[in-house]
């Protein structure tokens, strides 16, 4: 799931709870789930089951895109003559690259890449 997708789908669930109770709340992840958290005993019922949804689908992003310099290691060094410190610079190499591991290529459609 995209980070776009994620962020409509909390809309969809949560978003007259987000608009009641969390108005200006700088709309990063971790400050709005935190705010919801606070909120619960104002929540629909819906949002209360599902509101932690998106945001575990936020954090496998961000985790599957940090696990990409981690799998894709060789492979950025080797075939894209880049540095793990800057994987985002190396990506559209490793999109295009021949002889990309199949961890590599796993690790960039976790990742949202593919």
Do not use: W
Not at 84 to 107: D, F, H, I, Y
Request: charged share 20%.
């Amino acid at each position: 799931m995209t980070f776009s997708e994620s962020a409509a789908m909390l809309a969809k669930i949560c978003g007259a709870e987000i608009t009641a109770n969390c108005r200006g709340v700088n709309l990063d992840s971790s400050r709005l789930k935190e705010c919801l958290s606070r909120n619960q005993d104002v929540m629909s019922p819906q949002c209360k089951a599902s509101y932690l949804v998106p945001f575990d689908q936020i954090q496998k992003r961000i985790n599957a895109r940090v696990t990409v310099a981690q799998s894709c290691r060789l492979e950025i060094i080797k075939l894209c003559h880049g540095s793990t410190k800057e994987t985002s610079k190396s990506v559209p190499c490793l999109m295009t690259a021949r002889g990309v591991s199949r961890n590599c290529t796993q690790a960039t459609i976790d990742a949202g890449y593919r």
